[in-house]
């Protein structure tokens, strides 16, 4: 199986920060509420401060597999987890200063 290829990146680089932002929850959050809440903070991040920093928190997680893909020379997996996370830039930038 060939793995470098840009869509293979950009589902990791999808589903990684979700990983990432449970790390977060038991790192940062676990003593001030429950999982499910936490979660369901994520459900409507509308007018919530915590919901972009938790979300940029988790998306270091992709850093990883970026620097893994990149020092073996697989550079559209690699292009796919870096458009990955500049679509969740993107996101977390329009979460904290337009909506």
Sequence with gaps: MNINKPVWGFFVGLLLPFLGDVIVY???????MGLNEYLMTFKHPLGNDMVPKAMSLGLLINLAPFMYYTNKRLDGTSRGILSATVLYFVIIVLLKYVW
Excluded: A
């Design 26 to 32: 038991f790192i940062l959050f676990h003593n001030q």
